[in-house]
């Protein structure tokens, strides 16, 4: 039996995450306890505590059909982990800083940042040393 789905990962989540309270959707048979020993071992931390909550189902509605249909249901544990300890799927990589120069050859620090799926977004923080205040700009772009 598969106890751990996949994590759960939201805005919500990743600010529990910050307090060590993680988030997975799990089996519907799965007990705390199982969940509890399953994360542990998975890893590597200590659990302190694990909330349940079954998560019902929506009811959805088909627009060009005109009839409407039951989602699945799951549920939901919240796994609070010792303090220090952290699991690495929840975690926010760190910007980069990278000084470029433009075609009119000044230096511009650059902040590179990855975001939860991977893609790469740029910003162009100021200008580099000495930069005057009217000169700074901010750019985003990338996806």
Request: glycine fraction near 6%; charge should be positive.
């Amino acid at each position: 039996m598969i106890v751990i789905r996949r994590p759960i990962i939201t805005e919500k989540s990743m600010r529990l995450a910050k307090k060590n309270l993680y988030t997975f959707a799990v089996d519907k048979n799965a007990t705390k306890d199982l969940i509890a020993k399953v994360v542990a071992k998975s890893f590597g931390v200590k659990v302190l505590g694990v909330k349940v909550t079954n998560v019902s189902g929506k009811t959805k509605t088909q627009r060009s059909t005109r009839k409407t249909y039951q989602t699945k249901g799951f549920k939901k544990a919240f796994v609070q982990v010792g303090k220090g300890e952290k699991i690495a799927i929840f975690e926010t990589p760190k910007e980069e800083e990278v000084v470029v120069t433009s075609a009119e050859s000044e230096p511009h620090i650059m902040k590179e940042k990855k975001d939860i799926l991977g893609r790469t977004k740029v910003r162009v923080e100021k200008r580099a040393v000495g930069a005057a205040p009217t000169t700074q700009r901010k750019v985003i772009t990338g996806k």
